[in-house]
């Protein structure tokens, strides 16, 4: 389930991370990814379907699969997942990179909705879309941009989002060799401003 705005962050069991910021090593943190791509599929059926048989669900997956800019991105996300590539096999769009279907797919992705929730700055969505896309995609970026994005993502996840000071700054950091750990008070911190501006 995704946090709420202003909830404090909380480390995984499993990995140490922040929860949401072990992928793709961390099975559990990429379940909880994954789960807020599924919490927004699963809304979206039962408001518009009460609930979708098996053997209709593929209509309404491959409606949306054409359409992307008439639904929230996580519904389109989750309606990739649910189509299997043509031409390579995997979740249309999670393919490698130079499959024409999955490339095509993944540059449909942004141009579905993203609507902040309350309480958060302007473009904190759009923050979370992009982060979460990438730890779903690890294979497809690089190592040092995979580790800025996971590293932030559950501070977007709570309502944080970065100056473009601080994102320069968390970028320059990760491009000289910071790691996960020395990371972890930075995007702490990030976090605390959120809750700090959700209790005032």
């Excluded at 096999?89 to 130079?98: D, E, F, H, M, S």
């Excluded at 473009?123 to 896309?133: F, I």
């Excluded at 941009?145 to 970028?171: D, K, M, N, S, Y």
Aim: glycine share 8%; charged share 20%.
């Amino acid at each position: 389930m995704r946090p709420a705005v202003g909830d404090p962050l909380r480390l995984c069991p499993a990995c140490g991370c922040w929860e949401y910021g072990g992928p793709p090593d961390c099975a559990r943190c990429r379940a909880l990814v994954d789960a807020v791509v599924e919490e927004g599929w699963h809304t979206f059926v039962v408001r518009e379907f009460g609930g979708l048989p098996s053997d209709q669900e593929r209509a309404v997956v491959e409606l949306i699969a054409e359409d992307p800019q008439a639904v929230d991105w996580r519904v389109y996300d989750a309606a990739l997942d649910r189509i299997t590539c043509p031409e390579c096999g995997a979740p249309l769009g999670a393919g490698p990179v130079g499959c024409a279907a999955c490339d095509r797919a993944h540059g449909y992705r942004y141009a579905a909705i993203e609507t902040d929730r309350p309480g958060v700055p302007p473009g904190n969505e759009h923050g979370v879309r992009v982060n979460v896309s990438v730890v779903r995609r690890p294979h497809v970026t690089s190592a040092p941009e995979l580790l800025a994005r996971r590293a932030i993502l559950p501070a977007l996840l709570v309502g944080a989002l970065p100056t473009t000071a601080q994102a320069q700054r968390f970028g320059a950091l990760v491009k000289d060799g910071m790691t996960y750990q020395e990371l972890h008070p930075l995007v702490l911190e990030l976090a605390r401003q959120v809750s700090r501006e959700a209790s005032a």
